[in-house]
């Protein structure tokens, strides 16, 4: 089982390494709820993601329930039962190890901002690269 939780640690949850999909969404609900140009999600069975902690649930659309930190607001999971039933997603990054779940595409292209296909263009730095020298 892997781990994870809120940025205050007072959500903690457990969810299987093997998740029916791994994808990182470009969409404009998951951009505008997180504030992040796209969110990663592990989709896994419900019964097998336990969470300890209080969530709060906002519904973002008809049938779907973005779930987050009532203390913190970092945003957790997604649930859709009329698109997922039985299933949740998990904001992989919030994993303790979000390398523990290879990446295995990106959805929602057609929403994506340009510059996010332009970023292996970019000057990368290993750590904030500080003001600039005189």
């Known amino acids: 089982m892997l781990t994870g939780g809120c940025h205050c640690g007072a959500v903690r949850y457990e969810m299987p390494a093997e998740v029916a999909h791994h994808a990182l969404c470009h969409c404009t609900d998951c951009r505008k709820t997180s504030g992040a140009p ?44 009329v698109i997922f039933p039985g299933m949740i997603d998990v904001q992989s990054a919030t994993l303790d190890d979000p390398d523990a779940i290879p990446l295995q595409g990106q959805i929602q292209t057609a929403e994506r901002i340009g510059w996010m296909g332009e ?13 600039p020298a005189d």
């Not at 069975?45 to 008809?62: L, M, N």
């Not at 970023?119 to 500080?130: A, N, Q, T, V």
């Open 38 to 81: 796209a969110v990663a999600w592990a989709l896994a069975p419900t019964d097998q993601v336990k969470i300890t902690g209080k969530t709060q649930a906002y519904a973002s659309s008809e049938h779907a329930q973005r779930h987050f930190c009532a203390a913190c607001g970092t945003g957790l999971f997604y649930t859709n039962a």
């Open 119 to 131: 970023l292996d263009r970019l000057p990368s730095f290993e750590r904030y690269p500080g003001p």
